[in-house]
């Protein structure tokens, strides 16, 4: 059984779109992340959530928002998509937000 | 949380031990060590965390000294299977939001 798992994969869309990305983790973990990695690889956070608390990260845009139906899903929605947002989309999470993380394979993204 | 400083790259022989340092001079009392290791095209993935001395694991050795501004991450003897992307974070014992990944450090293992 894979512990963080993303859908899709691959997701290959038009501008302005709105898109959404599934991650399911069945670690029994209470916290839950969403990070962007560009084309220069460097890893941003982008939220961190647990069952009290979502904490944004200032930069990102409010065309991302986090959705959590409940504690084992943290999908992330994507408004108005921009040539911008083409990165690969990483979902993670651990017990706190001190331990050990667990991260999904990653949602490649292609804004055309 | 403090910020670190790793070496962009480095590149190593087979067989060799490898060390990468990480300087994180604003470290406080709460915080500790953490590496993570990312593959191409998968998600990064825990290698070791400590907070002083010397931990150690079936994967790498980390040394934390005294003064905690620095530490060192040892993988001994790798292989080419050790490519990667090293990547030293500072994490709080407490709060969320504690996963701050730096630029990293390119480990390439040469034949």
């Known amino acids: 059984d894979t512990a963080v798992s993303q859908t899709p994969k691959y997701l290959v869309t038009q501008m302005g779109n709105d898109k959404s990305i599934k991650c399911e983790q069945n670690?029994?973990?209470?916290?839950m992340y969403w990070y962007k990695q560009d084309s220069k690889k460097f890893l941003k956070i982008m939220f961190s959530y647990n069952n009290k608390e979502l904490i944004i990260n200032e930069t990102v845009p409010n065309r991302f928002s986090p959705k959590s139906p409940d504690k084992a899903h943290l999908n992330l929605h994507i408004n108005s998509l921009e040539l911008g947002d083409s990165a690969v989309y990483f979902c993670?999470?651990?017990?706190?937000?001190?331990?050990?993380?667990?991260f999904g394979q990653g949602t490649r993204l292609t804004v055309v | 949380l403090a910020k670190t400083t790793q070496p962009i790259s480095m590149d190593s022989y087979e067989g060799q031990e490898v060390n990468i340092t990480c300087s994180h001079n604003?470290?406080?009392?709460?915080?500790?060590i953490t590496w993570y290791q990312q593959f191409p095209s998968q998600g990064p993935r825990f290698i070791i965390q400590g907070y002083k001395t010397k931990v150690t694991n079936e994967v790498a050795s980390l040394f934390i000294p005294a003064d905690r501004k620095s530490s060192t991450l040892s993988l001994p003897r790798v292989s080419l299977s050790d490519t990667a992307v090293y990547y030293c974070l500072v994490v709080r014992l407490t709060g969320a939001n504690n996963l701050f990944f730096g630029t990293g450090t390119r480990l390439t293992v040469i034949p």
């Open positions: 993670a999470s651990s017990l706190t937000g001190f331990t050990e993380a667990f």
């Open positions: 670690l029994g973990h209470d916290t």
């Open positions: 604003n470290i406080a009392t709460n915080d500790y």
